[in-house]
């Protein structure tokens, strides 16, 4: 993927990723704010994407095991990647965008606790885990598919002179330069698309996310890898698995 974005670049096509957050003007005016030093230094990052359990569909016995597994295949990690990888690497991308930087590395826990039967496939449906960036910064990441639990999807970063807090549609910094978003909110998933078509057109700004979008994916590999293994991968392990 690594090779294919910057075979792109060279070629000026445009790519964009699906990561809608990048294309959503709370963030990018938060984000701005954020690398201006209205908080300070970024030093901690807590992310989250807890919510409750989701579709299933049940297998029969017309269709072949790999067809069933692929109706389902948010519960597969051969499909899916599991969901830290499908689902919080939205949050895991936006703790990259802050730091603006990869981790170094990663360790924490994970497990099937609810989703225990064989209809939802071989996946975790939780994962904590704390990623360390360089400079001793570091970002608590927590996710869980779980039915009966209460929701949490936003990401906060704290700095050594205030607290940024995110989410969808919302941005709000505390601390000295405290801060609302109260601008114009658009559809980011329409949004994203925008943008990719007027980068195509050369009317706006090119966008080739390939590279960024491999970055968070992996970080999120990781940590996926952290949690099944119990050990702790740093970024060189994870490039360097043949997995």
Same mark, same amino acid.
């Given at each position: 993927?690594?090779?294919?974005?910057? +075979? +792109?670049?060279?070629?000026?096509?445009?790519?964009? +990723?699906?990561?809608?957050?990048?294309?959503?003007?709370?963030?990018?005016?938060?984000?701005?704010?954020?690398?201006?030093?209205? /908080?300070?230094?970024?030093? +901690?990052?807590?992310?989250?994407?807890?919510?409750?359990?989701?579709?299933?569909?049940?297998?029969?016995?017309?269709?072949? =095991?790999?067809?069933?597994?692929?109706?389902?295949?948010?519960?597969?990690?051969?499909?899916?990647?599991?969901?830290?990888?499908?689902?919080?690497?939205?949050?895991? =991308?936006?703790?990259?965008?802050?730091?603006?930087?990869?981790?170094?590395?990663?360790?924490?826990?994970?497990?099937?606790?609810?989703?225990?039967?064989? =209809?939802?496939?071989? /996946?975790?449906?939780?994962?904590?885990?704390?990623?360390?960036?360089?400079? =001793?910064?570091?970002?608590?990441?927590?996710?869980?598919?779980?039915?009966?639990?209460?929701?949490?999807?936003?990401?906060? /970063?704290?700095?050594?002179?205030?607290?940024?807090?995110?989410?969808?549609?919302?941005?709000?910094?505390?601390?000295?330069?405290?801060?609302?978003?109260?601008?114009?909110?658009?559809?980011?998933?329409?949004?994203?698309?925008?943008?990719?078509?007027?980068?195509?057109?050369?009317?706006?700004?090119?966008?080739?996310?390939?590279?960024? /979008?491999?970055?968070?994916?992996?970080?999120?590999?990781?940590?996926?890898?952290?949690?099944?293994?119990?050990?702790?991968?740093?970024?060189?392990d994870a490039m360097n698995n043949?997995?």
């Amino acid at each position: 993927v690594l090779e294919a974005a910057a +075979a +792109a670049t060279k070629k000026k096509l445009s790519v964009v +990723a699906g990561t809608q957050r990048r294309h959503e003007q709370c963030y990018l005016e938060a984000m701005k704010r954020i690398h201006g030093g209205d /908080i300070g230094d970024p030093v +901690a990052g807590r992310c989250y994407w807890n919510m409750g359990g989701l579709w299933n569909v049940a297998p029969t016995e017309d269709r072949t =095991d790999t067809e069933n597994q692929i109706r389902n295949w948010l519960y597969y990690t051969w499909l899916s990647g599991d969901h830290i990888v499908e689902q919080h690497v939205h949050n895991l =991308d936006v703790m990259n965008w802050a730091f603006q930087h990869t981790p170094e590395k990663v360790f924490g826990v994970g497990g099937r606790q609810a989703r225990t039967d064989e =209809d939802f496939g071989h /996946i975790f449906d939780h994962f904590g885990l704390e990623y360390v960036y360089p400079d =001793d910064r570091f970002a608590m990441s927590m996710c869980r598919q779980q039915t009966g639990t209460d929701g949490k999807v936003e990401e906060i /970063i704290t700095g050594t002179n205030g607290l940024a807090r995110l989410s969808s549609g919302r941005a709000v910094i505390s601390g000295p330069n405290a801060w609302r978003f109260k601008g114009k909110q658009a559809n980011p998933y329409v949004q994203e698309h925008i943008d990719l078509q007027a980068s195509i057109r050369g009317d706006g700004p090119y966008l080739n996310e390939g590279q960024r /979008i491999a970055e968070s994916t992996l970080t999120a590999i990781m940590g996926r890898e952290a949690a099944y293994t119990g050990k702790v991968i740093t970024w060189e392990d994870a490039m360097n698995n043949p997995q």
